[in-house]
Structures are given as structure tokens and as C-alpha cells.
């Protein structure tokens, strides 16, 4: 019992906390999940410091290293909730297989990488930042803004900072994967927004690392659960898919071919990805949203743009759209080619319109 009294009065600083979209509201049982980075841990430290007197919760880290060596289970924390009349019980990093049942309180907040699916819990699935929780922090011009977004990427820990560097990448990966999935993550951060299979993956894998088949199988898996990776369909290559890391940012410190175009299709997709249910690559850098096709073209004249667009007009033709939105760095124009209507829109400005 007494590691979970330690535990209770350990003191959570969460300097420069970044407010976020989602909140804690309704905490009778709550599940918060999301990708790891995200920020799941700040926002509930935040409320603790909001709303918590520290005699009322018992915050439960499964990532605290007093745990190595002094482990819990469900008993003794139903027995020390009981004596200690505790009301609000925090599980953090949690996975299923720590706890043979999640003791009984008032209330319950679990906070895991993916979707435990638990009955009767609300959920609250956290994102790493988007634009408009970005630009909420930094306080700046649209444009400055902007550019910082693009030089820092989505993770708050990084944003936070306010600048960014190989060593504070390092730290983020040393901290948040193991050496065999910092591997992976390489590997797949030279592949990202290119399209792929999981066997195209495995080969170039094991041609330069020590790796099963089934643990890397199983690990693609797992990060399409959490969400590290999304693999996306494309309706013109029907073998494999285009995968997309979780931050735009990672892949310029982790590999070395990554262009700014690939950067921004990127970023445009983990946009796409917070705000719609469904869509599905149609090219290159062409998706179809809804009854719209959304084209990435950061830095493209309206010249240049149009004779792109007339040549693969019978592709737009096709699917009988009537409308394109053309996402560029601060280009903005529109034009009509036969009856298609083609919009360029700052990502700045798009970002915020399609949420």
C-alpha cells in the first residue's frame, strides 16, 4: 500500500499546457485515447490542477518506474480507494492486461493508445494538434503562424518547446518507442505518403534489419489501431495503399527523402483525417472527399495549376464532380473548366473551413 500512497502524493507540474478541443466534462467513466504524443497525459493532468483536491484522486501511471519493482493489482487499489475514500480513480498508459478488473469510484478516467471499448465508458479520442489548437497556442499572424506549424509539426511536447531539433526528436522516439519500433518507424517514415503493401514493407525490412515477418505483421497492425499509421486507398493502384505517419514533421529527422511536397500531402491528409469519415486517394496528390476532389498543390500558379487540371480533366469528368479545392501555401484563385469549378484555398484558411 505503500507505493499507492506515494503515488498519491506526487505532485504533476504541466508547464505550458496547451488547451485542446476536446474536454473533460462528463468523468463518471471515461475512456481518453490516442495516438502516443498526443497529449492524453496533459490534459488530464490539467484537470486534476483545475478540478481535484489531491486527497479526492489516485493518478495511477503504469509508465511511473516506481512500478518496476513494486507492482499492483486491482485489490490493493479497491482496498486503498475504500480507506482513503477516494473519488475519482486516473489510470494513465493503461492496458487491458495490467489490471484483472479496473476497480469501482465515482468516477474512472482511463487513458490508453487506442479504444478499449469498455461498457459504459464515454470516449474521447485526442489527436495530435491541429492547426486551429495550434494557432490558439502560438498567438501569432496567420502567416507566421503558419510557417512555425510547418517547421514544428503536430506534437505538443515539440510545440511547446517552440523550436525544434534532431536531439528533441530523439528524446520524443527514445521515450515513446522501443528500439525495434524506432526501427520500424524509420523504415516506414521513408516509405510515408508513398503507396505500399505490408509484404513490400517486410522485404526492404529485412534486408536491413533483424526482424520477423509476424512481429512486423503485428506491429503494422497495432499502429493502424493507434492510429500511428493510416493506410489510405487509392482508386487507381489497387495493390497496397498509400500510408501516412502520424506527424508530418518526423520523417525530415528520420529519413532522408523526404520532400516539402510530401510534407504537405501529409499534413493535408491528417487534416482530412481529423474532419472526415471517409476518403480515398485518386492520384498522386488527389483525393476525393465527400462530392469534392481535394487537390495538394502548395506552391502552383493558377497557370501552372490550370493546365495541370485540363490535362487529368477527363479523370475529374469521370466522377462527375462539380467541385475542386486546390490546397496551396497562400496561392488563392479560382477558375472553371467546363463545369468543374476549381478553388485554390490557403491551407491556413481550408484547415479551418473543413473542420
Request: charged share 25%; with cysteine; aromatic share 12%.
Amino acid at each position: 500500500m505503500e507505493i499507492l500512497e506515494q503515488l498519491q502524493n506526487q505532485l504533476y507540474l504541466n508547464d505550458n499546457f496547451i488547451p485542446r478541443k476536446a474536454h473533460i466534462i462528463d468523468t463518471n467513466r471515461v475512456n481518453i485515447f490516442g495516438v502516443r504524443g498526443s497529449g492524453k497525459s496533459s490534459l488530464v493532468i490539467d484537470y486534476i490542477n483545475n478540478h481535484l483536491d489531491i486527497e479526492e484522486y489516485l493518478y495511477i501511471d503504469f509508465d511511473n518506474p516506481l512500478l518496476l519493482l513494486n507492482p499492483i493489482d486491482s485489490k490493493m487499489i479497491d482496498k486503498f480507494i475504500k480507506e482513503n475514500k477516494i473519488t475519482t480513480l486516473i489510470l494513465d498508459h493503461y492496458k487491458e492486461e495490467f489490471l484483472s478488473y479496473i476497480p469501482n469510484t465515482n468516477s474512472v478516467i482511463i487513458l490508453s493508445r487506442i479504444n478499449l471499448k469498455l461498457d459504459g465508458y464515454n470516449l474521447i479520442e485526442l489527436f495530435a494538434l491541429d492547426y486551429e489548437e495550434f494557432i490558439a497556442f502560438e498567438k501569432k499572424s496567420s502567416t507566421n503562424s503558419l510557417n512555425s506549424f510547418l517547421k514544428l509539426g503536430t506534437l505538443p511536447q515539440i510545440v511547446k518547446e517552440g523550436a525544434i531539433d534532431a536531439n528533441m526528436i530523439k528524446r520524443f522516439l527514445s521515450t515513446s518507442f522501443t528500439p525495434n519500433e524506432q526501427q520500424l518507424l524509420t523504415i516506414l517514415a521513408s516509405f510515408n505518403t508513398k503507396n505500399i503493401t505490408t509484404n513490400q514493407i517486410y522485404l526492404y525490412a529485412k534486408e536491413r534489419l533483424k526482424i520477423s515477418k509476424d512481429w512486423l505483421y503485428k506491429k503494422i497492425k497495432e499502429w493502424q489501431d493507434e492510429k500511428l499509421i493510416t493506410l489510405i486507398d487509392n482508386r487507381y493502384q489497387k495493390s497496397g495503399k498509400k500510408l501516412i505517419l502520424f506527424d508530418f514533421i518526423l520523417p525530415k529527422y528520420i529519413t532522408t527523402n523526404q520532400t516539402f511536397i510530401e510534407r504537405f500531402d501529409n499534413l493535408i491528409v491528417l487534416a482530412m483525417l481529423k474532419h472526415y469519415s471517409k476518403f480515398e486517394a485518386i492520384g498522386t496528390y488527389e483525393y476525393i472527399v465527400n462530392d469534392t476532389i481535394i487537390i495538394v498543390s502548395p506552391f502552383d500558379s493558377e497557370e501552372h495549376i490550370w493546365k495541370k487540371c485540363y490535362i487529368k480533366l477527363s479523370i475529374y469528368q469521370k466522377y462527375n464532380f462539380k467541385k475542386a479545392i486546390i490546397v496551396t501555401i497562400s496561392n488563392q484563385y479560382n477558375f472553371t473548366i467546363k463545369d468543374i469549378e476549381f478553388e485554390g484555398l490557403p491551407f491556413s484558411e481550408w484547415s479551418i473551413l473543413s473542420s
